[in-house]
């Protein structure tokens, strides 16, 4: 795609390590541009503060459905990825994503999530009880299991599908990292045909008597006619898996690394702090740094003229960083000002997962560190060269 006449360009490769690791410096020079500037390496433009993102996600110009000229040609190995993709809430437009949204956040609800409140912190208890007596891994002994644990207890599955659950889904999520080897998408398609097997012998033997959960409402939507078809809920139902899942485990293992070595930590963790401080972690290292959207008709936003046809992309982690809204906004502070933030996106695609990122956060953060108090990170965190995704690789810890 060419790079629009008024729009200055920015080259930056985003498998460089400098930058997946730290890309902030990056992101400061982008704002210094303007509110959009041309990714070359990408090949669109990038809205690089809070207010031009907030709009490219809120125009209802544009969407995250793929414009039938711009879909690929689908393989026959790659046909199973792409039959999830076809129902998926991330990638359709009102009005079946609609639909499909409004039975998905029923689930999410108020008195759903308090419901689920208790569970959680036995569970973070249960891990932290098993945690070894010599340094280990903390995303393989808490912060993965926990969010997979979680999700699956919620939809009313058994808890020993996890672990195969957050696999699959990890090589999913493998096909929106900005580069892919060559395996990446054969193993998501595997995942995502052994995955939708799975589901169906599961739906095929629920009981909502003996595993009661999420997935009964789901059920009993297909029978009402308020999700159309088999393909419909299977893809919802791993929509929630990954959404309830893949942004907990990055929040919490970001949040451990910014907390384990802040010196009012346990002022941050009170309870009158406890949600500010979930939400300066959110902020100043969101889970997901970029979220693309489709031109469907000409728009204009803050001057910037984008074509039918184009893509475009909010940087959801340059905007985070804004200083015209966050003063300092490179500064971790769980103490400021709370403002409203875009880690977790906005709009109708806002994440399905946010409400329970959050609560996981506000629980077991305290848990940790109340009964790990000398926990400290005793290598440097790998983050993971998964961009746009921000995450680690390995954060390892020793009790001491």
């Not at 609609?98 to 029923?106: G, I, Y």
């Not at 644990?149 to 672990?163: K, M, N, P, S, Y």
């Not at 609560?359 to 290598?379: M, N, W």
Request: aromatic residues 8%.
């Amino acid at each position: 795609m060419s790079c629009p006449e008024q729009i200055p360009s920015f080259s930056q490769d985003p498998r460089d390590p400098a930058f997946y690791r730290d890309p902030y410096p990056a992101y400061r020079q982008m704002r210094t541009y303007g509110d959009f500037v041309f990714w070359e390496d990408y090949g669109f433009p990038v809205a690089t503060t809070h207010v031009a993102a907030g709009l490219v996600l809120r125009s209802p110009k544009l969407g995250r459905e793929v414009p039938a000229c711009r879909r690929p040609k689908i393989t026959d190995e790659m046909a199973p990825f792409y039959a999830v993709e076809r129902h998926s809430l991330l990638e359709i437009e009102p009005p079946k994503h609609t639909r499909l949204r409004q039975v998905a956040m029923r689930g999410f609800n108020r008195s759903s999530l308090a419901a689920m409140a208790p569970d959680i912190s036995r569970l973070a208890d249960r891990l932290i009880d098993g945690f070894p007596g010599h340094p280990f891994d903390l995303l393989q002994h808490f912060a993965q299991p926990l969010p997979a644990i979680a999700i699956t207890r919620f939809l009313g599955v058994d808890e020993d599908h996890a672990a195969q659950f957050q696999s699959w889904s990890n090589d999913m999520v493998a096909m929106y990292q900005a580069h892919r080897e060559p395996d990446v998408g054969p193993k998501a398609a595997r995942a995502a045909a052994d995955f939708s097997a799975c589901l169906n012998q599961i739906i095929d033997a629920y009981s909502p008597t003996s595993n009661p959960g999420f997935l009964s409402s789901l059920i009993a939507a297909e029978k009402n006619g308020e999700i159309h078809s088999r393909d419909e809920l299977i893809s919802t139902v791993i929509l929630l898996l990954n959404a309830g899942h893949e942004a907990s485990v990055h929040t919490i293992g970001n949040s451990v690394r910014l907390l384990a070595g802040f010196p009012e930590r346990a002022l941050a963790l009170e309870p009158t702090s406890i949600t500010g401080t979930v939400e300066e972690c959110l902020r100043f290292s969101p889970p997901l740094h970029m979220f693309t959207r489709h031109v469907y008709d000409d728009a204009v936003i803050l001057g910037t003229k984008f074509k039918a046809g184009q893509e475009v992309a909010a940087l959801l982690g340059s905007a985070c960083h804004d200083d015209s809204v966050w003063p300092d906004g490179e500064h971790f502070d769980p103490f400021r000002p709370r403002r409203a933030h875009l880690a977790f996106g906005s709009g109708i695609h806002a994440c399905l997962g946010a409400t329970l990122a959050r609560l996981e956060l506000q629980i077991v953060l305290p848990i940790l560190f109340s009964r790990c108090p000398a926990l400290t990170i005793v290598e440097p965190p790998e983050i993971a060269d998964r961009y746009h995704f921000h995450g680690l690789d390995r954060l390892m810890v020793a009790l001491r």
